[in-house]
Structure formats: C-alpha cells, structure tokens
C-alpha cells in the first residue's frame, strides 16, 4: 500500500483533536496530501455507530457488545476511507485506531473481554495491516478529565459516556496505553501531554520527522 497511516492515542482530554490539527496543516504546507479522520465516526455509517457508542448511560452495553461496535465501525472506516485515501499516496491521520479498544475493552475494563478476543476480531476486520506510527499523548487522567469536562460544556450532543466511569477506569486506561507501547516500541511513541499546545506541537514533529523521515 502506498501512503502512511499516523494513529493518535491516549485518555480523555489528551489533546489529540487540537494536535492532529496541527499536524495537518504542517504536513500540508510541505506539500503532503493529508486526509485527517477519527474513530468512532469517521464515516456517515460509522457517525450513526458513534452516536450508540459515545452517548447515554455508560452501562448500556458490556464490554464484548462494545468491542464488536468499534470493529465494526473500524471495518468501514477503513474500506470506506483510509485504505483508499492511502492508496492515491495520502498520509492518514487518525484521531484513536484499534489501540483505544485493547485500552478501554481490556484494560479499562480490567480485562472483561480477553485479548484473544479483542486479537481475534482484530484479524477479522482488520487483518495484517497496522499503523505507520502511532502516537500516544500520555496524560495524569484527573488533568485529562477536567479538560474534557470543560470542552463538553460548549457540545450540542453531550458525548460523556466514558467520563462517567470512575477514576480506577482511567488510571487503568492510562497504564493500558503504556504496556501497548512498551510491547511495540517500533510503532508506538509515548509523548507527555500536559504541556502547551505549542510544545507538544514540536514535540510530535520531532517524531513523525524521525520515524518517518517527513
Ligand atoms: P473520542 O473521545 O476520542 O472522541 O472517542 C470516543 C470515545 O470512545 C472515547 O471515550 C474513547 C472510546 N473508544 C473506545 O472505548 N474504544 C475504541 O475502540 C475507540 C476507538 C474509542
């Protein structure tokens, strides 16, 4: 395949929406093309998944129903729209990819769903592809929840159903994250989040030009 495909990871209120912005617009004036896109919801089919994932009380499916929802959606996003961006030569930017489903279905959860599960319909709707890179915006959970309090106060559309999981939830998310890094350090870095939008700019820069040579 040719192009590349740039994941970003990590907790509620990392930042990631306002770096993968930056991101964009920095690829772009070196004259790349660059489709930004998210999940859950980077298709119209994959906005109606996102509306029953994201919205509403938060004990309203199990683990396992949840997983299946998010490949589900990943499968679309990614016939739909990130494998043939990639192959007329885009760079993908991703705002979360399969990593959010081992770290908020498994290690979130405290392992309610196995890995060999969420492995298993990874293959299904995935198969062997994975990302370039991906970057993890590592972040204390009590700084990232505030911030993402803060943003849903100006939502139309409340999107809080993973907020409303208590702290032990987001710490284990957080560690989650990390041993997904640690066991691929070829694909993953993890950068400190609580810094200025400016530095965490450079920092990312930094990476993508080092990993990817762009
Ligand atoms: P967002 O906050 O990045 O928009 O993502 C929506 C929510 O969905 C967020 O709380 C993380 C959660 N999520 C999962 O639980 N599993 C997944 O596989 C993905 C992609 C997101």
């Known amino acids: 395949m040719k192009g590349l495909f740039i994941t970003f990871e990590g907790g509620e209120g990392t930042g990631k929406s306002t770096q993968i912005k930056l991101l964009e617009e920095y690829l772009k004036e070196k004259g790349e093309d660059v489709v930004t896109s998210k999940e859950p919801g ?87 592809f994975k990302p370039d890179l991906t970057i993890i915006l590592d972040i204390d959970p009590e700084k990232g929840l505030a911030r993402s309090f803060a943003k849903a106060k100006n939502m139309d559309v409340k999107e809080l159903r993973f907020e409303g999981r208590d702290l032990e939830f987001h710490h284990n998310l957080r560690n989650g994250f990390l041993e997904i890094a640690k066991a691929e350090p070829e694909r993953c870095v993890v950068l400190n989040a609580d810094k200025t939008i400016e530095d965490l700019h450079t920092d990312i820069i930094k990476v993508v030009e080092e990993k990817l040579g762009l």
């Open 42 to 128: 980077g298709t119209e089919v994959g906005l109606e998944i996102r509306k029953l994932l994201v919205c509403g009380d938060k004990d309203k499916f199990d683990a396992t129903a949840e997983a299946l929802l998010y490949f589900a959606d990943r499968h679309i996003h990614l016939t739909k729209k990130i494998w043939p961006a990639m192959e007329k030569g885009a760079i993908v930017l991703s705002d979360r990819f399969a990593d959010s489903t081992m770290a908020y279905q498994y290690y979130g959860y405290n392992k309610r769903v196995s890995k060999e599960t969420l492995n298993t319909l990874y293959d299904i709707a995935v198969g062997q």
